[in-house]
């Protein structure tokens, strides 16, 4: 079955470290998304990709990078940098032609202890 | 800027008693308009695709409408199953496939 997969499902982070959170789809889908949600705030768009080797900074991508190397992975790794890391993250995928809405996958939840 | 609201935030409901969920829309030039539901601890399952005014898109217990400026998400005779947060989100043309999202509605159906 085709889908996309996020791993891991949870994730605890030292302060001072660099965690990088896994998004890999088999849809064929060209673009790739990370969103982060928050209680109260729904998602906010943290990085994109439309093509391999190409990505865009969404409303919040201080203290977060990606990168696309291949057509089907889109990690994201949360640096020592973001101040304040905990929260649910979502990835997601569509085709960048006509109005397609996304395939997410089933998040992550990343916790600073 | 394109905006999304979406209201209420919270909505219980009994069993049986049909309601409406609201979604805001602006923006500059629609290309289409997202209904999800997401249960807690999991990610968004996509729901509808509405793409202009006056359309409607029908699921189970599900109706979803769509005018220049609002959409709703009707819900008939609900079960405690529909339980769960309904996202809105909107494509404008020219933003490539990017989508804006609300905040969401979190749906409670007791018995």
């Known amino acids: 079955d085709g889908g996309i997969t996020q791993s891991p499902k949870y994730l605890f982070r030292k302060e001072g470290q660099n965690v990088t959170l896994s998004c890999e789809q088999n849809?064929?889908?060209?673009?790739m998304y990370w969103y982060r949600q928050d209680p109260g705030q729904g998602l906010r768009l943290i990085y994109y990709?439309?093509?391999?080797?190409?990505?865009q900074k969404g409303d919040i991508a201080e203290g977060y990078s990606v990168s696309r190397e291949k057509k089907e992975s889109f990690p994201l790794t949360v640096t020592s940098a973001q101040k304040n890391p905990t929260a649910f993250y979502l990835c997601?995928?569509?085709?960048?032609?006509?109005?397609?809405?996304?395939?997410f996958g089933s998040g992550t939840r990343l916790t600073v202890v | 800027e394109d905006q999304v609201t979406q209201s209420p935030e919270a909505l219980r409901l009994q069993e049986g008693e049909s309601s409406s969920l609201n979604c805001s829309y602006t923006?500059?030039?629609?290309?289409?308009l997202f209904w999800y539901r997401q249960d807690p601890g999991k990610g968004p399952e996509f729901l509808f695709t509405?793409?202009?005014a006056g359309e409607e898109k029908e699921k189970e217990r599900l109706k979803a409408t769509i005018t220049k400026k609002e959409s709703f998400l009707h819900i008939t005779a609900p079960k405690p199953e529909d339980s769960a947060t309904y996202l809105c989100?909107?494509?404008?043309?020219?933003?490539?496939?990017?989508?804006?999202f609300g905040t969401g509605t979190r749906l409670q159906v007791t018995l």
């Open positions: 923006v500059s030039g629609l290309r289409g």
């Open positions: 849809l064929n889908h060209d673009a």
């Open positions: 509405l793409y202009s």
């Open positions: 989100a909107v494509q404008a043309t020219g933003t490539a496939s990017k989508l804006t």
């Open positions: 997601a995928s569509s085709y960048t032609q006509g109005a397609r809405g996304y395939t």
């Open positions: 990709s439309q093509i391999v080797n190409d990505f």
